[in-house]
């Protein structure tokens, strides 16, 4: 990105950058102002910053500490021809997204889909989620690995496609048939494609005899490619060609 100018401000320093890139996955902002904030002497090694990105029609702000998710995440909606506002701690009728509702980092825009990362893992997997630009969040899902297969928007309708973990209200290892049974009926995958789970137990069995019995039961994680698919407020998710992975719980 290109670097237009550089302001300065009373405790911290602002770059305004213009989209240059092309656009891959999500939407190129039309700008990016990045302002450092006060160094946390606690964590020197930190670097906290409130970042907004500028969208047609809206602005996503987002504050980082440098800690484990965002301090705070925000949405400002623009009236058309409206002069954008300075990315500054408060902006007027800036819509904050509730720390109940998602904690982590934003991720990039598609139309008016905005997607957002959690600040952590979990059971192998990132979980996300996909607001809208009223701040209403629409879903949630986890996938494997750092981005998304594909990104797609057409006549309202948004596709994504990614490498799903889905933890399974049940064990493979304990029950092998009657849990796939569950797992088929919830996430449509077929018979052909139930993976073998034993060895993954038995090892974590065998490190930890102790609890063998407690580990056996533990709930198995699904991998599988999938594409969601949200229109006119209703998600469905589906499976995709590709290898079916599992493990344990975390």
Known sequence: M??????????ASALLFLAAAPAGLFDQPLTKTVVSLPPDPLSPQAKPARTC??????????IDLGEVGAEEQSIILLPPGAKPPACETRIKNEIVLKPAEWSGY???AKGGFLFYDAGDGSNGGIPF???AKSG???FEDSRQGDGFGAIALESGTLAVHYRRVWLAPCSLYADAKGCWKKIAAATALAQTVRPDCRETYRKAMTAWPRSAETTERLPTVIAYNAEARFSRGKLAIKPQPGKVECWMED
């Not at 500028?54 to 702000?61: I, R, S, T």
């Open 53 to 62: 990105f500028l969208y047609p029609g809206f602005m996503v702000k987002q």
């Open 129 to 131: 989620a996909v607001f």
């Open 136 to 138: 209403k969040k629409l």
């Open 2 to 11: 290109k670097a237009l100018f550089i302001r300065p401000a009373a405790a």
């Open 106 to 108: 934003f991720d990039g």
